[in-house]
């Protein structure tokens, strides 16, 4: 009873418990057994199983980190990391019994028991607070039937379905087969591994935390490159093939699965530099520091010049698979920057950015078109109709602009929403279908052409979209630190008070929305180029949305930040297939992650630092 | 002649009327105080003057020109300047960069000199000069925001509770600092529930009372007044 009430153990059990919820929550969904197919090394371990022990691995780092600043025993401590792996596997094991055909009935029985037990313990808890010995029983009647008619309904449920799968259509032999360790036939050797490793990675996360600072920040940067290769082994042998040969890339990858003895040299060398670096990485900091002015620019400069290079040489290093890839994201780039001018230089939540994507691509579309609905069949080439596409788009947020000009925050979303919807009716309607081809969009787009070369291929494509972002970048930071830059900033603040400044809130809004536009409009007509055909479902709220969180999650207002919310948040789907159907479910836990502990995005700009800076700080002057 | 002459203004809410036929003149160099209660559309008239909100009848005369349907940033470009209620400094720009935004509308190569004559009014703005106006104290906000207004070079100054939420030794260097600009010839018009301030720096008054102008005197005698003292000056 005492250790029950000490808060250490309740934080242990409440841990564990979510945790277990967690990995049973995942195998219900499917998605446990959809990661298995992901192994990370080869006849090791699967990205099933990473997500099955990463759970209390990480559980109970967390729950040590926090025990060890209380003051906790080590013995305790991890007594405590076993109990979290023991509880995380605990919900997982009673649906295994449940699924299982000779264990079936505790199902029964358990729906039967536990209205009494449930029942009980809420009258004791009742008797506990000093209630009547009438209202206890009252309490105890009245939850008897009522959590008894909830189970009374699952039986039925479970009677009529014949079994869990006809309920839980994700528990079938799969999800049997990971969570056992392919110890489906034999359960209670299953169920004993399954306890065993759950244990056993409750214990490595104890141990992992008390462990000194070096070896453990070695240990994980080495078991974080590990698992992120194997984890994205298909990339990193796309991006190998380009640079190495058949028979050494065989020696490394069972497909596109990492060896084992390649995982374990991976993994040793990864430690090894994690250590050199947790050893000196502090001491090469300082002395990059101490160094004097000049010289610390030359080796920025030099940086700058590495990083160019590597940005043009990109295609040739990761083959043609992955420059695909980078188009996408370089796409995605050019809508962050553009939009960032509306959201993060002038504070307009702008939601209907997809309309511009539209406009671009459709007019690229139906003005270079060979196809029966292109209305120069040809004449018109990508380079001469990009600036049409250009103009267009701000055309477009200049008219929708204007009758939301007077409308802030929550009601300019709302409205700027509304616009994007209105895009992707109109592409849709039979009033436009002559012109646009309704739900068969526009078909035969001509590639680009570079003198004599067509540029059919994503590495040369990607030559574009880099060009496009390098001038939208240079714009916008101009912008930002120009006179109109300071008008922005004016009315993000406060927009009376910019008025009383002096400045034309109405002509910088305007000015905004159609700058912000154009860079949509570019990036649409690219991305109909690439694709050669255009359809009305391309263009759904979901751009928007997509654009928006990719600028939140790298940071508002920040250039970088953007390019790192693209790689994440539209480069990873892309290349982790697996995730594919999870894809939603991840991308709201993330946001959800992301917005409670990094609610400055990945890469804050300086602005959104200081402002997170002064909320967590107390004021530096005493008040009045 | 009347620097600004206010003519019968009616201005709505919505379907709330607010100002229902407020006039009153300001001359040049005068400090006007507009003193009333809460809700008696002190602020309104305020907002009104500046080009934020529109009257629905009556005129505004400003420097012999009609000025009630003219935009806000262009009035500040024809001198009128506003610090409004709850002072709306740039929290995440420095101190001197706030100063610079009020030069906004300015392309004279006199900036640096203002700046130098507000930190001269304002020492302590200079202390702070690199530092974010986010994290001043209530009066050094305030301070801020009536140094920034002056950078607009303004004829005519609109001060919205330039007293609320500070302490009272900072409420005298504020009133102080209203003091000094009037003597340098810029026009004010105060709007103050701290009568009592108000009508001590300023040369004539006027009590509103639920969007009308109740009556209107030299300050000197609205301070003499019975009923301003009972209802404004809290003296029985």
């Given amino acids: ?624 | 002649m009347a620097l600004l002459e206010v003519k019968d203004i009616h201005t709505y809410y919505g379907n709330i009327h607010a100002l229902k036929g407020i006039s009153f003149e300001v001359d040049s160099g005068e400090i006007i105080a507009l003193i009333g209660s809460n809700g008696a559309g002190k602020t309104t008239t305020l907002r009104t003057i500046s080009g934020l909100m529109a009257p629905r009848e009556g005129s505004i005369i400003y420097g012999g020109r009609e000025i009630s349907a003219m935009r806000a940033d262009l009035l500040v470009l024809r001198g009128i300047s506003m610090v409004p209620e709850g002072r709306g400094v740039f929290a995440k720009l420095t101190v001197e960069e706030n100063l610079d935004m009020g030069a906004y509308i300015r392309s004279d190569g006199r900036v640096a000199e203002d700046l130098n004559s507000g930190y001269a009014m304002f020492p302590r703005l200079k202390e702070r000069r690199k530092q974010f106006a986010g994290t001043l104290s209530g009066g050094e906000q305030q301070m801020l925001a009536i140094a920034r207004a002056l950078m607009s070079k303004p004829r005519l100054l609109l001060l919205d509770e330039p007293s609320m939420g500070l302490a009272p030794v900072l409420v005298d260097v504020v009133f102080e600092a209203i003091q000094r600009i009037a003597s340098e010839g810029v026009t004010i018009l105060l709007v103050e529930q701290n009568a009592h301030m108000a009508l001590q720096i300023a040369d004539r008054g006027y009590v509103l009372q639920s969007g009308e102008v109740a009556f209107s005197d030299t300050a000197a005698s609205l301070q003499r007044n019975e009923i301003v003292q009972k209802t404004y000056l809290g003296i029985d």
């Fill in chain 1, 1 to 624: 009873m005492n250790i029950l009430a000490s808060q250490a153990s309740r934080r242990v059990l409440g841990l564990g418990l979510l945790s277990g919820g967690f990995i049973l929550f995942a195998g219900v969904i499917g998605m446990v057994a959809a990661f298995h197919e992901r192994e990370i090394v080869d006849d090791f371990i699967s990205l099933g199983q990473v997500l099955l022990l990463g759970s209390p691995f990480i559980t109970s780092y967390l729950m040590a980190a926090r025990l060890t600043e209380t003051g906790e025993d080590p013995p305790v401590i991890l007594a405590g990391g076993a109990l979290i792996g023991l509880l995380t596997a605990l919900p997982t094991v009673i649906l295994l019994l449940f699924n299982s055909d000779e264990y079936r009935y505790l199902l029964d029985a358990s729906l039967k028991i536990i209205p009494f037990v449930a029942a009980s313990y809420l009258a004791w808890k009742s008797h506990a607070q000093g209630n009547e010995t009438r209202q206890v029983a009252a309490t105890w009647l009245v939850a008897a039937l009522l959590i008894g008619i909830v189970s009374f309904g699952f039986a039925l449920i479970f009677e009529v379905k014949g079994d869990l799968r006809g309920v839980l259509v994700n528990v079938d032999r799969d999800w049997v087969e990971v969570v056992t360790f392919d110890h489906r036939r034999e359960l209670w050797t299953g169920i004993g591994l399954l306890l065993a490793a759950s244990a056993g990675a409750g214990l490595a996360g104890v141990i992992m935390r008390i462990l000194p600072d070096i070896p453990r920040r070695a240990l994980l940067y080495g078991l974080g490159v590990t698992l992120l290769v194997g984890a994205f082994g298909e990339t990193v042998r796309l991006i190998l093939q380009e640079n190495l040969d058949r028979d050494t890339l065989r020696e490394i990858f069972r497909r596109d699965t990492l060896r084992q003895n390649a995982a374990a040299v991976l993994f040793i060398v990864s430690t090894l530099a994690g250590f050199l670096w947790a050893m000196f990485g502090g001491r090469a900091q300082s002395e990059f520091a101490a160094l004097d002015d000049s010289r610390r620019h030359t080796m920025r400069n030099l940086g700058m010049l590495l990083f160019a290079a590597l940005l043009l040489a990109l295609p040739w290093l990761i083959g043609r698979t992955l420059s695909d890839v980078a188009v996408t994201i370089g796409i995605f780039v050019l809508m962050g920057l553009g939009l960032n001018i509306a959201i993060g230089l002038a504070g307009l939540l702008d939601l209907g950015y997809v309309t511009n994507y539209a406009v671009g691509a459709y007019i690229l579309a139906v003005l270079t078109s060979i196809g029966p609905l292109g209305l120069f069949k040809g004449s018109f080439t990508f380079w001469m109709v990009i600036p049409v596409a250009l103009l267009a788009a701000m055309f477009a947020g200049f008219i929708f602009a204007v009758p939301v000009l007077r409308m802030r925050g929550d009601y300019l979303a709302i409205a700027t929403l509304g616009f994007g919807e209105i895009i992707g009716k109109l592409a849709l309607s039979d009033w436009l279908k002559p012109l646009i081809g309704g739900a068969q969009g526009v078909q035969n787009i001509p590639k680009p052409f570079l003198f004599a070369t067509e540029l059919k291929n994503p590495e040369q494509l990607y030559y574009i979209v880099l060009v496009a972002s390098l001038v939208t970048l240079f714009v916008s930071i101009r912008l930002n630190n120009s006179r109109t830059g300071r008008q922005w900033m004016a009315i993000r603040e406060d927009e009376d008070v910019a008025t009383a400044m002096g400045i034309d809130t109405a002509r910088a809004k305007l000015l905004a929305f159609t700058l912000s536009a154009a860079t949509g409009g570019v990036a649409g007509a690219i991305f109909a180029a690439k694709v050669g055909t255009v359809f009305p479902n391309s263009f759904t709220v979901f751009i928007s949305i997509n654009v928006l969180s990719l600028i939140i999650v790298g940071g508002i207002a920040s250039n970088p930040g953007i390019v790192v919310g693209a790689v994440v948040l539209i480069g990873m789907p892309e290349l982790l297939r697996e995730f594919s159907d999870f894809r939603f479910l991840m991308y709201g836990a993330l946001l959800i992650l992301m917005m409670i502990n990094r609610p400055q995005g990945l890469i804050p700009s300086k602005l959104v630092m200081h402002e997170a800076h002064a909320g967590a700080k107390p004021k530096l002057s005493a008040g009045d």
